[in-house]
């Protein structure tokens, strides 16, 4: 069967100019990962853009997986010149609008963070796993989060940041209150192996299906996830890098560059993964170059992919940024 999935027009602008290059890639990589080998190219059918591959029948699993491509608004069977629309609407467990409404400055694009969610669900080989667990270690205001919720995924995000866990803890409560769902906040604290203690809010959350899913905040260092989640690791972490040059406030009132950080924070990523699950890190190559970051993540106890599909997502956003995504993996012994 010859498959024809429509891309969708984007509202940003900037990201409409790549998003044809990274959804052919994105979806290359979903489909080794669920085991179908077909070659992605690229179709105008009046007008619109297609991705297009052949292959046989795809399993209820493989349907599921590959509509739910970041970029994606109709699949279809393509028989001739001729469009025949296929019901492989990606399940929902919530209104895919709730990552969209919140606006502020330096908001990763929910498209691309979806993205980053299923490069790491397709490398780490979690592709067809009920709930997966995502962990994001520096969610900000919990794009991620959001992400993941919706497509009915557990997730934690890691956040130091006070004002922007609760600016997403309050939206998150007005949204689900306006959409009329069933949720309730819970409020812990976890404690550290060094001494103190890490403020835990979970959002637990009835979806239209009327099951249950979580997302929780915590606040607290990023480099604090590792001991932290060590009993209960995610299977799959996303993280979209700093596009500055300086991050992470030291005791002593200075700034130590994102890399300081970076060195120290790799090893607590590794350790709150499980083994054999991978992370998708997305990156401004102008402030970090590709196999500069390689180099660090190796050196935490990451691995490189083999596969050339993982090796090149770089695109332009705007003058001091031009993005790119490294997927690593933590090795399976």
Same mark, same amino acid.
């Given at each position: 069967m010859l498959y024809a999935f429509q891309l969708r027009a984007h509202s940003n602008a900037r990201y409409q100019v790549s998003l044809l290059s990274l959804s052919q890639k994105e979806l290359a990589c979903m489909l080794a990962a669920c085991g179908v080998e077909a070659d992605v190219f690229t179709r105008t059918l009046g007008g619109t853009p297609f991705l297009c591959f052949e292959a046989d029948t795809l399993t209820p699993a493989q349907q599921a997986f590959l509509a739910g491509a970041s970029g994606v608004y109709m699949t279809a069977a393509l028989q001739g010149d001729l469009l025949k629309p296929l019901d492989l609407a990606l399940p929902a467990f919530l209104p895919n609008d709730m990552p969209? @409404? !919140?606006? /502020?400055?330096?908001?990763?694009?929910?498209? *691309?963070t979806r993205m980053l969610i299923n490069l790491a669900l397709a490398a780490g080989g979690r592709w067809n796993t009920q709930r997966p667990?995502?962990?994001?270690? !520096?969610?900000?205001?919990? $794009? %991620?989060?959001?992400?993941? =919720?919706?497509? #009915?995924?557990?997730?934690?995000?890691?956040?130091? &940041?006070?004002?922007? @866990?609760?600016?997403?803890?309050?939206?998150?409560?007005?949204? =689900?209150? /306006?959409?009329? !769902?069933?949720?309730?906040?819970?409020?812990?604290?976890?404690?550290?192996?060094?001494? #103190?203690?890490?403020?835990?809010?979970?959002?637990? @959350? $009835?979806? +239209? &299906?009327?099951?249950?899913?979580?997302? %929780? *905040? =915590?606040?607290? &260092?990023?480099?604090?996830?590792g001991s932290l989640l060590k009993k209960h690791p995610a299977d799959a972490l996303v993280a979209d890098l700093p596009y500055g040059v300086q991050h992470a406030p030291q005791a002593n009132g200075k700034t130590?560059? *994102? +890399?300081?950080l970076l060195v120290q924070a790799l090893p607590a990523?590794?350790?709150?993964?499980?083994?054999?699950?991978?992370?998708?890190?997305? *990156?401004?190559?102008?402030? =970090?170059?590709?196999?500069? !970051?390689a180099s660090l993540a190796e050196g935490a106890g990451f691995q490189i992919p083999d596969s050339p599909i993982y090796s090149d997502f770089s695109h332009w956003v705007e003058q001091a940024v031009n993005r790119d995504v490294l997927v690593v993996l933590v090795p399976k012994y």
């Amino acid at each position: 069967m010859l498959y024809a999935f429509q891309l969708r027009a984007h509202s940003n602008a900037r990201y409409q100019v790549s998003l044809l290059s990274l959804s052919q890639k994105e979806l290359a990589c979903m489909l080794a990962a669920c085991g179908v080998e077909a070659d992605v190219f690229t179709r105008t059918l009046g007008g619109t853009p297609f991705l297009c591959f052949e292959a046989d029948t795809l399993t209820p699993a493989q349907q599921a997986f590959l509509a739910g491509a970041s970029g994606v608004y109709m699949t279809a069977a393509l028989q001739g010149d001729l469009l025949k629309p296929l019901d492989l609407a990606l399940p929902a467990f919530l209104p895919n609008d709730m990552p969209e @409404v !919140l606006k /502020y400055k330096g908001k990763t694009n929910s498209d *691309f963070t979806r993205m980053l969610i299923n490069l790491a669900l397709a490398a780490g080989g979690r592709w067809n796993t009920q709930r997966p667990y995502i962990l994001d270690p !520096l969610c900000g205001r919990g $794009t %991620t989060l959001f992400c993941a =919720l919706t497509r #009915g995924m557990n997730a934690i995000g890691i956040e130091n &940041d006070r004002k922007s @866990v609760q600016e997403g803890l309050q939206y998150a409560d007005k949204w =689900l209150q /306006y959409h009329r !769902l069933k949720h309730a906040t819970e409020r812990s604290s976890l404690t550290l192996p060094q001494g #103190g203690s890490v403020p835990r809010t979970m959002l637990r @959350v $009835t979806g +239209e &299906d009327q099951t249950e899913r979580q997302i %929780t *905040f =915590l606040q607290t &260092d990023t480099r604090n996830c590792g001991s932290l989640l060590k009993k209960h690791p995610a299977d799959a972490l996303v993280a979209d890098l700093p596009y500055g040059v300086q991050h992470a406030p030291q005791a002593n009132g200075k700034t130590s560059s *994102f +890399e300081d950080l970076l060195v120290q924070a790799l090893p607590a990523w590794r350790q709150a993964l499980a083994p054999g699950r991978a992370a998708a890190l997305a *990156f401004n190559t102008y402030t =970090l170059k590709r196999d500069h !970051l390689a180099s660090l993540a190796e050196g935490a106890g990451f691995q490189i992919p083999d596969s050339p599909i993982y090796s090149d997502f770089s695109h332009w956003v705007e003058q001091a940024v031009n993005r790119d995504v490294l997927v690593v993996l933590v090795p399976k012994y």
